[in-house]
T-cell receptor, first 115, second 111 residues
Framework: KAGVTQTPRYLIKTRGQQVTLSCSPI?????VSWYQQTPGQGLQFLFE???????NKGNFPGRFSGRQFSNSRSEMNVSTLELGDSALYLC??????????????FGPGTRLTVL | TQLLEQSPQFLSIQEGENLTVYCNSS?????LQWYRQEPGEGPVLLVT?????EVKKLKRLTFQFGDARKDSSLHITAAQPGDTGLYLC???????????FGKGTTLSVSS
């Protein structure tokens, strides 16, 4: 079966702009989680969606937001981009919840560069 | 704040050598997971350990969860170039609302 897909794979933006990233989970998976990966901080949890509802949220400012559609596809949005937002953004899907022991399958990520 | 500290940060070895990487915390975790991430890809789950003292084997990889569930180790026997990658440990926070990752161990195995 097809894996988790993320679009776009690479993105370059300038400070102050906003960006929307997309994630298509594995068919049948209802949970989507988003993570930010940087060399300095490693992988950090952003939020988790299940059945179109945000179930959990990490310690990130309100500029980071997301949503999930009825087909389980998810988008995350970052407004008023800052240089420090440059990172690899990963999404992961699972049947119920990657936070409760369910296996998470990660996509290849979107590499965001903020200039 | 729960933290997972991984050591060493970098490891460069020759094919055929054995190695161990560590994942430590001052907090108790209900479970710990180990992932491997290769360049340009997302992490791939290798194993989940749940019971204190548990040992799991995956071919040449042996995973151990500490008795107190505060630490874990990954031992690779006879490393191969295909083992090259970033090894990450992760566990749920106490509230079960977020997955905490260590910063990882970058392993390079040369032939």
């Amino acid at each position: 079966k097809a894996g988790v897909t993320q679009t776009p794979r690479y993105l370059i933006k300038t400070r102050g702009q906003q960006v929307t990233l997309s994630c298509s989970p594995i068919s049948g998976h209802r949970s989507v989680s988003w993570y930010q990966q940087t060399p300095g901080q490693g992988l950090q949890f952003l939020f988790e969606y299940f059945s179109e509802t945000q179930r959990n949220k990490g310690n990130f400012p309100g500029r980071f937001s997301g949503r999930q559609f009825s087909n389980s596809r998810s988008e995350m949005n970052v407004s008023t981009l800052e240089l420090g937002d440059s990172a690899l953004y990963l999404c992961a899907s699972s049947f119920t919840s990657g936070l409760r022991g369910d296996t998470q399958y990660f996509g290849p990520g979107t590499r965001l560069t903020v200039l | 704040t729960q933290l997972l500290e991984q050591s060493p940060q970098f490891l460069s070895i020759q094919e055929g050598e054995n190695l161990t990487v560590y994942c430590n915390s001052s907090s108790v975790f209900s479970s710990l997971q180990w992932y491997r991430q290769e360049p340009g890809e997302g992490p791939v789950l290798l194993v989940t350990v749940v019971t204190g003292g548990e040992v799991k084997k995956l071919k040449r990889l042996t995973f151990q969860f500490g008795d107190a569930r505060k630490d874990s180790s990954l031992h690779i026997t006879a490393a191969q170039p295909g083992d090259t990658g970033l090894y990450l440990c992760a566990g749920p926070n106490q509230a079960g609302t977020a997955l905490i990752f260590g910063k990882g161990t970058t392993l390079s195995v040369s032939s």
